[in-house]
């Protein structure tokens, strides 16, 4: 932080960091709104290590897959060299706490907004989220 801001600034700034702080110790993990794009190809096919790379729980196919943001630029980069036109469409992504679902766009914003609450962390994200649930808790113990 720059001296040149004003002092109510900082001392804004130093409490909300304290109260992250605090946070943490007790136990509460702060939520992260990642974002994703989906890298539609036109020269080349999708390579291994993007398919390594790919969200889990998110299709791929030959010619798109759905990347972090970073892999999804080098792999428009990558099909721009070879004289393709890549499609790049980025939104927002989050999974379930409870049923580990992948949420996407709205969706995803909605339940970062409830992780953000306390309590909002048992909040269901649907009307099947506890039913997953119970099955995934089923096949851990299997």
């Not at 709104?33 to 539609?40: G, P, R, W």
């Not at 791929?60 to 499609?87: K, M, Q, Y």
């Not at 009307?127 to 808790?137: G, H, I």
Request: aromatic letters at 8%; a positive charge; one cysteine or more.
């Amino acid at each position: 932080m720059f001296m040149s801001t004003p002092v109510w600034q900082r001392s804004r700034v130093w409490h909300r960091e304290e109260d992250r702080d605090f946070a943490r110790k007790i136990g509460f993990k702060l939520p992260i709104l990642k974002q994703i794009a989906l890298v539609e190809l036109d020269a080349i096919m999708v390579p291994d290590w993007a398919r390594k790379k790919a969200i889990k729980g998110l299709t791929i196919t030959n010619s798109s897959v759905w990347l972090r943001r970073i892999a999804a630029n080098f792999l428009c980069r990558l099909d721009r060299e070879a004289g393709g036109t890549p499609r790049l469409t980025v939104t927002d992504y989050r999974r379930c706490n409870n049923c580990k679902r992948v949420l996407l766009g709205p969706d995803a914003q909605a339940r970062f907004e409830l992780d953000r609450k306390y309590e909002g962390q048992r909040i269901t994200c649907g009307p099947d989220c506890a039913e997953l649930q119970k099955s995934r808790r089923k096949r851990k113990v299997a």
